[in-house]
């Protein structure tokens, strides 16, 4: 597993210095783009328990109507979204959107290539609807709901700007999880990428259970890559299945799951 791990690493680092070494045709596109749109804004949400900032990166207006917002990596050793994150840097935002970009909620974990920070606490157990104390370390929910400032700034940041839409990726379960919300926009996002979708069965002191709870008429849902990084091919349609999410696409039924999946 751990030797797994190490390749799904190198394979990710391989994917990120390829997209890099496609930087000047890509870069040119930009600057030609640059006159018609604001370019983003570095925004520090928090820090980690190590100190390491959480960043955000803000493209679009504020005055915009509609915010998505997408999580790269939030458990630290499920971290492919990060080269998803990265492609979306170089694509234009629709009129009347505005799109946050969180690479890393997690960044000691990402350094460490652990699930959980630095305090060894599974963040997306940390969340404070129906939190429950988790003691297996692998899912250790921390002492007490949002125990943790990663937790925190993640809160902070969805409760200032209301994401319409809110997109966490993870490893390595292969499918969509139509967490609650409008269980349509999630669908529209497996349909576009190429993703099963479906409903997990119930986990406590999640990111997503807090945030359809608390906050109506928007949906957070999770996005469960394949093992291994991303391939260009599947790449292009995750761009595809945000740009749709910042159209305000959808499809079928709000509530029905088109199947029920064990979480773990
Ligand atoms: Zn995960």
Known sequence: MT???HIATFAVIGAIMLIASSAPVTDARASRRAATRTPPTRVVIGHSVQGRPIVAWEFGRASARRKILVVGCIHGN???GLAITAALRRQQVPNGVQLWLVPEMNPDGTAADTRQNAHGVDLNRNFPYRWQAISDPTYYSGPR???EPETQAAIRLVRR???AVTIWYHQHMDLVDMAGGDRGVA???AQL???RPTCLTFLSGVETGW???SFPGTTSFVVELPAGPVASDALARHVRA???MELGQRSGSATRCDSITPAA
Do not use: D, K, Q
């Open 3 to 5: 030797l797994l791990r």
């Open 78 to 80: 499920e971290c492919a």
């Open 145 to 147: 709901a949002v125990s």
């Open 161 to 163: 700007i209301r994401p």
């Open 187 to 189: 669908r529209r996002y």
């Open 193 to 195: 990428a190429g993703l």
């Open 211 to 213: 945030s359809n709870h």
């Open 242 to 244: 945000v740009m749709a």
